[in-house]
């Protein structure tokens, strides 16, 4: 779990949420004459989302888009640009216009991609904004009902018994249903066959169709297909038992003691993005997750609550890269 997971905002959130929104709105009245800029936002926002749609970004971007719409007072777009594990996406957010009106909505493949990729067309740290952690999430293995497997300990075996034989989708090098995969199987010393999608979508559509054996999701997309039987869950990625799976145990304690694995979810914007425009912003995402209903819908789909102020998303993102250049150094994830 990241260091900051919260249901509500913090006293001390609200706190700059409320100085953000002063500071913003004192920028945003200035009229647009004599070379001053033009109150924000004063047309429609977009994030976009670098998977096809029914992945757990996905999931995020249309539980607060509304209701950040309602702050903002400017409709909120969800627009999916999914292609090359991410980077087509979070590209094109990196290369807009620094002005608060294209968002990305990104997760921990944002920090994991520069360790994983011999060269990417952007470098996250620099030219991307954070503006607020959104939520965190759990993932869990699945599996197709037709494997002959019914406990982590099983597909272990069966997976060293079958190198490279086992097929588990992701939606892309770097996603979060890749990585943690990838940690499982470096985790254990097995190999698996690894085949990339442009989402996690796509992948649970394949695994429910038989065409792929296993995959870890996050739990908000997979839960469906678990529930109804047409996948079978295997274990959780937490630390802790889940208390809407109580029946499946952790992955940890399932044959490979100290392994945890959490997605996170967090907004960006185009790197120069003046800060008037990000404190808008913040202030708006801090009322959005902080706001009952929208919480109650991330919930509803597994996903906790998070927040941060830019410079605690800056950062934690700055950590994060670091934390997965290590792992993949110490896993020897291929670098592709």
């Known amino acids: 779990m990241h260091p900051f997971p919260r249901t509500l905002p ?25 070379g001053q800029p033009a109150a924000f936002p004063s047309k429609p926002v977009r994030i976009i ?65 520069p360790a994983l990729r011999r060269s990417l067309p952007f470098d996250t740290l620099r030219d991307l904004v954070p ?16 494997l002959p497997v019914r406990t982590m300990g099983e597909l272990l075996r069966l997976a060293k018994a079958r190198p490279n034989d086992l097929a588990y989708g ?5 996603t979060s249903i890749h990585l943690a995969a990838a940690l499982i199987a470096a985790s254990a010393g097995i190999e698996m066959l690894h ?29 469906p297909f678990v529930n109804n039987g ?10 802790k038992r889940l208390p809407s799976l109580p029946q499946v145990p952790t992955v940890a304690e399932s044959g490979l003691p100290g392994y945890e694995f959490t997605t996170w979810y967090g907004l960006t914007a185009p790197g120069g993005t003046p800060a008037p425009v990000v404190a808008a912003l913040h202030a708006a995402v801090v009322r ?12 509803k789909q597994e996903l906790q609550p998070a927040t941060s102020t830019p410079a605690e998303f800056a950062g ?21």
């Not at 992701?170 to 770097?174: E, V, W």
């Not at 047409?230 to 630390?239: D, I, K, M, P, S």
């Open 10 to 34: 913090s006293p001390l959130q609200a706190a700059l949420a409320v100085q953000a929104a002063v500071l913003a709105a004192a920028w945003c009245i200035t009229p647009a004459a004599h």
């Open 49 to 113: 989302v670098p998977v096809a749609p029914g992945g757990g970004i996905d999931l995020v971007a249309r539980a607060i888009a509304p209701r950040l719409g309602e702050e903002l007072g400017q409709p909120v777009v969800v627009e999916n640009r999914a292609g090359n594990a991410m980077v087509t996406g979070t590209d094109a957010v990196a290369k807009s216009a620094a002005d608060g009106y294209t968002l990305g909505l990104n997760n921990t493949n944002l920090a994991a991609t």
């Open 131 to 146: 503006v607020s952690l959104l939520a965190t999430q759990p993932s869990i293995v699945v599996v197709h009902p037709s």
């Open 170 to 174: 992701s939606g892309g090098i770097g």
């Open 195 to 223: 085949v990339p999608y442009k989402g996690a979508g796509p992948v649970l559509a394949d695994l429910v169709g038989g065409h792929l054996q296993l995959a870890v999701p996050t739990l908000g997309s997979a839960l």
């Open 230 to 239: 047409r996948l079978r869950a295997l274990g959780v990625t937490t630390a």
């Open 288 to 299: 959005t997750i902080g706001d009952p209903a929208v919480a109650a819908s991330l919930v």
């Open 316 to 336: 934690f993102l700055k950590a994060e890269v670091d934390k997965w250049a290590k792992v993949a150094r110490v896993a020897k994830i291929p670098v592709e």
